[in-house]
Nanobody, 124 residues
Framework: QVQLVESGGGLVQAGSSLRLSCAAS????????MGWFRQAPGKEREYVAS????????RYADSVKGRFTISRDNTKNTVYLQMNSLKPEDTAVYYC?????????????????WGQGTQVTVSS
């Protein structure tokens, strides 16, 4: 069982940066590939990024490539999402998710555990 708690969201202006964190409970954090997803009001959940168990490989949605960076610290049981050059269209609730299979999955349904989400609002 893994419990995930996101933090770091907030209200920022376009062009600003935010770093989201997702803290995981348990001693097996390094056994899970991790992902970030987001959901804007009235829209379906959208894949953002994922990272392998070791942190050595990662994948991004085209919409955030070059602006967002996913990373993890297995000693702190935490995965991060550094978001730079934020745009109003990045406004959403951001969720982290854990997947036992070590694969950079972009399909949310393949993930085993989810956090409660953190709101990110980018004003123009």
């Amino acid at each position: 069982q893994v419990q995930l708690v996101e933090s770091g969201g907030g209200l920022v202006q376009a062009g600003s940066s935010l770093r989201l964190s997702c803290a995981a409970s348990g001693r097996t954090f390094s056994s899970y590939a991790m992902g970030w997803f987001r959901q804007a009001p009235g829209k379906e959940r959208e894949y953002v990024a994922s990272i392998s168990r070791s942190g050595g490989t990662f994948r991004y949605a085209d919409s955030v490539k070059g602006r967002f960076t996913i990373s993890r610290d297995n000693t702190k049981n935490t995965v991060y999402l550094q978001m730079n050059s934020l745009k109003p269209e990045d406004t959403a609730v951001y969720y982290c998710a854990a997947q036992f299979v070590d694969y950079l999955n972009y399909i949310g349904g393949r993930y085993d555990y989810w956090g409660q989400g953190t709101q990110v609002t980018v004003s123009s």
